[in-house]
């Protein structure tokens, strides 16, 4: 269910079932080259959660409006990207945590699309668990992904960790958001870390132009599905878990 | 135009040229009784800013993702509503000033549907301007409403200055997001505010259960597209001086 | 009675009345033209006071020192005035309230005679409320003074709400402290308010020099007896209203 | 000068003047026992600094509306104390600082009559000072009296560094201000401070009932002179040694 | 070189020379089951600050006092355990690094032995690069490790990336600090971490009770040297080509 | 003991006794002139806590690792000198006294050598008394030694309170930790303070060029023994008598 389409009377009634999981996708504006948009990481988390909620039932699970504007941080200097700074962003989370805990909710999940913000929502999270929040949260930044990326991508990637406008984010966007896709557009760039880069601060300005980790054209939607299947498949195990044995669900 | 859709090379383009305005819809996630929808003022301020854009021109307008989460005190404790204190708000907001002016924005609207949201408005365009900020920022909180709804609306307020999911909202709902009003749930109810209301800080919770402050309804898309279009008019006209004469451009 | 005037034994027996109400005056200093000096809106505040305690009963009323410096925003940049920024200010308001609260007193009013500290009082009486605090705060910038004004007033505003040095404050100060104004220097000045003014960020110094706003030489100790009796008996009505009922007493 | 007593037109032309010397007197709202008044330190910081402006000459000093409220961490939990936090009492000194440097003072000094706020005006004198701020500040809190005291005052202090309401306190007031002292409610009384009192947090209420540091019935006004003309002479040394060399005037 | 052991004249000589870097060990004090200190991570924090050194050549190194209270979130609750919040650690450093600025540094190198602390030091490095701070930050914890891990550690991880107190932690000491180890006392306990583990926040002791992830009792300080050199190596390569090509020193 | 070479299990047991006292020295890193390292306020408040120790008797007696950075404003901007505001200061020591009161600390003592740590020091111990934290926090910042100065010292000091790498300084070190000093590069130089100096901020740097406050030369290790064990006699009077009486032991 979307939890922005109801009703007063609604939010009173589904916000008090105990088995009702509340989703909050939260992406990022930020440059992806030129063959995806500014919203890239924001259509990515809303589509996983709805992926999510197909899995767990509509009927246990409501997604909230999208948090548009995330930590930027390695590309907040190229026009277009919109960074909000941690501290700034951990507070907005967390107040959103703290409206569901009043409203009832005993289990919310933040469906994270960006890297960059997992900070930040780690810093939320630890805040409400520090109060002793009557409310369990989690956070989802593709899970397992990490494994089918090893069996189904094929191209070098620019740095281990990272991934950007690359063939596996645009193979997610294939998968999830074809529409916003161009891959006329789609780019093959191998980009030179420089050796110092997990060392010392670097905005990604300073090595490369076009925010393009890899080779974008080697992108599809098969690629993209067998991967976020598998996350969406993890993250519904995670829920489902906490569901069943109900040891963590905040009481 | 939308700003998200835009890709790398657009949002370059795009955001140097010197007569483009960028808009900031700001919402709120808010009980309103049963006819209208958590998010409706997400959807007001989405779609005022898309008229905006018509008249001003797609080319010189660039539309930012809405903010979904807004500050909700006096509603915050009914399940369902999602409150963000003043302070959070409004550096949420200052960390999108401060991007848009890297980037090199001259100027931008912000576009506000509800009027908790004004105080963290305000102190985010303040605090931009003792920055000596170069860029000038606009807020819009339904500019020349309120003599136009003394001409259309008929029925009595409840309130001299607040309106909520009343005669009023429900208009502008009927006119810009038909879709998602529900006129059989919309009910009449006269509220009684405590003497004491504009003199002390009382929760809405406290002398209403069902969060509409009149008669909804009494509403009709005809009265809403009367007072939106004079509102459009308004911030039309404030944005285009600001353009012709170049004033306040921000340099 | 004077708060500030009280020894330790006093201070002790009056603050654990129930029916004490304590008045907290709030000014600023700020420049207001040539006929009117620069702690105005201390005199008003403090004068204001001094008229609620003669209608509530001296034996109920306890006066605290005004304070003495506001939020002066908008005229903050010409030379004399004094700014306390919103949170600060607020902080400062917090402290105050929380004090009084710890020595057992139930309601306190703040008498404020200056709109800018509007934001800042409602900050710390929303923060005292969220607290669960044990007292009652109620705040007052001058009720039911626009319908007097609309009878009373003779010229045209500048501004549709905003009123400074001018027929409306000069009027206050000939009928609370007449001695400190010098009426040989009120002038009549026209201001013209750029039309985005309410739209935007914009000091009064890009549009005035002189701190008028409109015109002070119409001013009169009858006119301003009329709005301040009417301002006093709205503030008395709803002190005492509190008082009988007891509903919000804080407990 | 009254600083708050100008006009606009006043302020601008005084407040540029590169001899003006603003002062700025800052008290507390506590209990002194039940001979002294609570708005006893007001009373003694207001009246040092119109000393101060006697030597000075009027022309050259212009003293601020005081600041009533201060840090009452040791007495602050006695019904009638107002206690303001170190940080909020330093930004709200910060601020006026500020403001006085964009009026174009170059010299301040703040007069001091309660240790506790001693901490709160250092933070703020420092960080105006590391802003690189084009203004000089003086803080005084009753130099010299130490000495003058050791010769002037006759019974046993309670404790080395502090004191309050006592022998030389109650001179102050006899001195300064007798109108507000009850000497018919002048009380001695040794208090035994706890020997880990220096070394660890102790409210006064945890050993003394009464909040007078010894015996005030010995006080006079002819100590209290010795000792306030004594505090007078070198705060208008340091002040006119400023002056005559110009060595610390902040350009 | 101990920056600590410098009089007032070596700091001066030193601090300007442009090849200088300048070493800060980051510790925690946290327990580690009973055959480690609870000050394990400050010794291996130190002595990979001295082998750096021997590698770098004294006369090129200053060491810093080590930093003896960090980030110890998971263990926090465990007595013994000093935990220091993530924005008041990095606020620690970052006073640090602007005073090393100001003294002339323009590298330094934050060897980092708690992964706890990562947050807070990466927090710290950003806040000075966007200040345009003139000194270049790294930080290092344990880089290269994991290829090294691989080859050398027998025993199964308890998680993917999560060591503490196990054979890879006992190993560093028993290579860096054997003195302070007791392997009498080191145990092996396999540790089930719960399956939400990586997705919710945990306390460790949640889940087990002697805080040690794996098999201490198969350490070696065979192990730790083959880890720790190719840890020292990795650091000291980082550093010299910073030092060579100059590309980055901070102007 | 060492609190820092203890194990969990000792941690566990030592740590709940009631009549355990932890210690933490704090220090600073600052420039003493040329015969004194810049980690002396650290050896200082380390071998005091030794000596508090010994007479208290090592099992009733908990050292924690010194906290090296401190406080210093007046040397800051000296090369060599780190200095760490007070707010970052006082965070950094309420997170340790925090952290130590979750342990079950009941008694802990901050051994400071550093007089700019003082007001850091007092804004923690007092925001933990305020949370009304279940520990007594003590602080020492040379208690008792001006009087044995006066009979012990012979040269004449520059300040009446301040003293800095001086005859005293210097003389604790040779008692101390004489390994630290070069008495070679003992100086002799008389510090002319700006008059002005006790009532505005002014750093050191702005009138002397060498940290010495007075006649280094004339130190002794005699002089140091007699003022520092005074020293520690009175923190250990002042502990023993908090055990005996158990007045003030947090509950």
Redesign the interface.
Known sequence: MN???????Q??TY??RKDMIVLLPVGA?E?????????TD?KLAERIARKVEEQLGEEKCAI??????GQV?SL??????????????S??LY??IK??E???VKRMAIINSHMGNG?AI??A??K??EDSSNI?????TY?EANSVIQKVCTTKRSHEILFHADEIETSYMLYLAPE?V?MK?AICQEIDF???Y?????KWSEFME??VLGDAASASAEKGKKIIDAVVEKIV??LK??DINGK?TGN
């Not at 939890?3 to 009377?9: G, I, L, M, T």
């Not at 440059?31 to 500014?38: F, T, Y």
């Not at 997990?198 to 670097?202: A, E, K, N, Q, W």
């Open positions: 939890y922005y389409d109801w009703n007063q009377e939010a009173k916000l008090k504006i440059v992806h080259g030129d063959h995806l948009p500014l919203d924001c909230l409006p999208c948090i548009p504007y941080w907040g200097d190229v026009p277009g990207s919109i960074h909000i700074a941690d501290k700034v962003l507070s907005y107040e959103i409206s569901l009043r409203s009832g900070a780690k810093t999270m630890r409400a668990y369990k949260v989690y956070q989802f899970p916003s161009d557009k420089p050796e110092e997990d060392f010392t601060s670097i076009k925010a195990t995670v878990g906490a963590y």
